[in-house]
């Protein structure tokens, strides 16, 4: 859902420049019509073990003690 927001949110300039809400939704109905004409499916590349090298990296990265401050002398 967040690539298909972030998708809408660049294809829609000037996201600001509303009038209503019915402007909004005029807005986002010609975009989905348009976006399913061209849409193809996102080929994934990270898989299920990329995820697990990410999450064992965090893992580690956080049971390390943070250095010890400097004190000012």
Known sequence: MEI????????????????????IEARLAAFESRYNDVARPFNWKFTRHDLDRLLNRIAAHEQQAPAPLALAA
């Open 4 to 23: 298909y927001f972030s998708v809408v949110a660049r294809s829609l300039k000037n996201t600001n420049d509303f009038s209503d809400i019915a402007e």
